[in-house]
């Protein structure tokens, strides 16, 4: 039978990758707030980092905001903008 006891929420271990992942998108996020709606955004992969792991984090970031990109690569430079909104009419 295993061992039960009871903790304090506060002595819970956390995920520490949880932590970076949410540390990363969060940096993310503001590269998509950053550039609004009348401009794009550059990312250029730093050594060790691919054009699809900016894609995958952008990508990522843009669900969790609930905004929509485009993002289109040009050799090792990754350019995002705001997907324009369609008005009704």
Same mark, same amino acid.
């Given at each position: 039978?295993? +061992?039960?006891?009871? $903790?304090?929420?506060?002595? $819970?271990?956390?995920?520490? &990758? ?5 540390? &990363? !998108?969060?940096? *993310?996020?503001? *590269? ?9 955004? +550059? ?27 485009? $993002? ?6 990754? *350019?995002?903008? !705001? +997907?324009?909104? !369609?008005?009704?009419?």
């Amino acid at each position: 039978m295993p +061992k039960f006891h009871i $903790v304090p929420t506060t002595e $819970v271990p956390q995920r520490k &990758v949880a932590s970076r992942e949410a540390a &990363v !998108r969060a940096e *993310y996020v503001g *590269y998509i707030d950053k550039i609004g709606r009348t401009h794009a955004g +550059k990312l250029t992969p730093s050594e060790g980092e691919t054009t699809q792991a900016l894609r995958r984090r952008l990508g990522a970031a843009a669900k969790h905001t609930g905004k929509e990109l485009v $993002v289109k690569r040009n050799g090792q430079d990754i *350019y995002f903008w !705001r +997907k324009p909104s !369609r008005r009704k009419a």
